[in-house]
T-cell receptor, first 115, second 113 residues
């Protein structure tokens, strides 16, 4: 079955520390992969996406993610976290190659940043 | 407008009433999506429009939910005879056909008392 897993419900890091948020998917082919961020009371903002090509993708706000086909993973990283990064992060996947291309979301990871 | 807009931003209704939620996509985006975000279910896909047609209604949770899109632009999600379990944030997104990248609106928070 097609699925997206974010194993960490909640992560706490200190400001300035590095960050890695995990995302794994289950699918027989390479899907389209996305990371979105949601601040309280806000909609979803796209951080970065992977469709094909270079497996290390750069996004906005200093985030990057690496696609690892062998591990079916697309982990999000940031070398130095800022207090404003506190938010909920969602990994999302488009499994279908058809026209619909709806997103399937992971359950989200809530990030807390300590001063 | 520059982004996807949704109205109302908040809606409080009584159980059994009907509600309509509106989405205005980015101009020129032919694909439109509705999602629901709730505490128990996370983010889940509801329905997809390509132009005015909805080839994929598989995510609608019950026949109380319906949606339409007119003029290839504005979409309305209607929930009839609302139930408390319908309380959630309803998110709309739009994209260019085949782009795979969806842009989200701020959502409508629905509370059913």
């Amino acid at each position: 079955a097609q699925s997206v897993t974010q194993p960490d419900i909640h992560i706490t890091v200190s400001e300035g520390a590095s960050l890695e948020l995990r995302c794994n998917y289950s699918y027989g082919a390479t899907p389209y992969l996305f990371w979105y961020v949601q601040s309280p009371g806000q909609g979803l903002q796209l951080l970065l996406k992977y469709f094909s090509g270079d497996t290390l993708v750069q996004g906005i706000k200093g985030f990057e993610a690496e696609f690892k086909r062998s591990q079916s993973s697309f982990n999000l990283r940031k070398p130095s976290v800022h207090w404003s990064d506190a938010a909920e992060y969602f990994c999302a996947v488009v499994f279908s190659s058809g026209s619909a291309r709806q997103l399937t979301f992971g359950s989200g990871t809530q990030l807390t940043v300590l001063p | 407008g520059a982004g996807v807009s949704q109205s109302p931003s908040n809606k409080v209704t009584e159980k059994g009433k009907d509600v309509e939620l509106r989405c205005d996509p980015i101009s020129g985006h032919t694909a439109l999506y509705w999602y629901r975000q709730s505490l128990g279910q996370g983010l889940e896909f509801l329905i997809y429009f390509q132009g005015n047609s909805a080839p994929d209604k598989s995510g609608l949770p019950s026949d109380r939910f319906s949606a339409e899109r007119t003029g290839g632009s504005v979409s309305t999600l209607t929930i009839q005879r609302t139930q408390q379990e319908d309380s959630a944030v309803y998110l709309c997104a739009s994209s260019l056909l085949g782009s795979g990248e969806q842009f989200f609106g701020p959502g409508t928070r629905l509370t059913v008392l």
